[in-house]
């Protein structure tokens, strides 16, 4: 099992910035990449960002490219979402997630997920 609890979200006017934590224990070795969702209300979850452990590639939805960095801290077991350039539409609760299988822009490809955390931007 993997436990990953979130933490950095909160109230920003459009146009500033947010760090997103996720903190990672139990088998953490198992991890071979982890990722961003965000589900909107009354929207479906979708994908934000992704990291490959090994080779650090990272993975983008067309929204938030450029704006959105994923890192990594390695000692610390944390992954980061950096969140620059925040819009409205932006509004939503943060999830991140420890990779399985498949694709890394499918949900279903994860198997452990954080509570979650809002994020919200004023306009």
């Known amino acids: 099992q993997v436990q990953l609890v979130e933490s950095g979200g909160g109230l920003v006017q459009a146009g500033g910035s947010l760090r997103l934590s996720c903190a990672a224990s139990?088998?953490?070795?198992?991890?071979?990449?982890m990722g961003w969702f965000r589900r909107a209300p009354g929207k479906e979850r979708e994908f934000v960002a992704a990291?490959?452990?090994?080779?650090?590639?990272?993975y983008y939805a067309d929204s938030v490219k450029g704006r959105f960095t994923i890192s990594r801290d390695n000692a610390k077991n944390t992954v980061y979402l950096q969140m620059n350039s925040l819009k409205p539409e932006d509004t939503a609760v943060y999830y991140c997630a420890a990779h399985k299988r498949g694709s890394y822009y499918s949900p279903s490809a994860y198997a452990f997920w954080g509570q979650g955390t809002q994020v919200t931007v004023s306009s």
């Open positions: 990291r490959n452990w090994s080779g650090g590639s990272t």
């Open positions: 139990g088998r953490t070795f198992s991890i071979n990449a």
